[in-house]
Nanobody, 122 residues
């Protein structure tokens, strides 16, 4: 199995930055697509960003384009999400997820971390 552990969350003022990191273990990591999802208070979970196994293809939801950057280091088995210009509406629990089929479709993400809180104050 694949285990995913998120780190780097916390409380930040609007306009500030945070960097989330996801560490993977258990199975081959380099050929998995990886993604970050979030679920805010009273909201459905949404896909925020994703990256293919090679790192050549990325996806961002419209609300974070230009502010968030997803990256991966297959040698270190980590996936990061750099979040800049944070807004109160970014407040959510953020989840790291892995897609062993490299499809980057929501339904293809099979393995999940437990989530980490990001709170942006206004």
């Amino acid at each position: 199995q694949v285990q995913l552990v998120e780190s780097g969350g916390g409380l930040v003022q609007a306009g500030g930055s945070l960097r989330l990191s996801c560490s993977a273990s258990g199975r081959t990591f380099s050929r998995y697509a990886m993604g970050w999802f979030r679920q805010g208070p009273g909201k459905k979970r949404e896909k925020v960003a994703a990256i293919s196994w090679s790192g050549d293809n990325t996806y961002y939801t419209d609300s974070v384009k230009g502010r968030f950057t997803i990256s991966r280091d297959n040698a270190k088995l980590t996936v990061d999400l750099q979040m800049n210009s944070l807004k109160p509406e970014d407040t959510a629990v953020y989840y790291c997820a892995a897609d062993p089929r490299n499809l980057i479709a929501v339904s293809a993400f099979e393995y999940w971390g437990h989530g980490i809180q990001v709170t942006v104050s206004s």
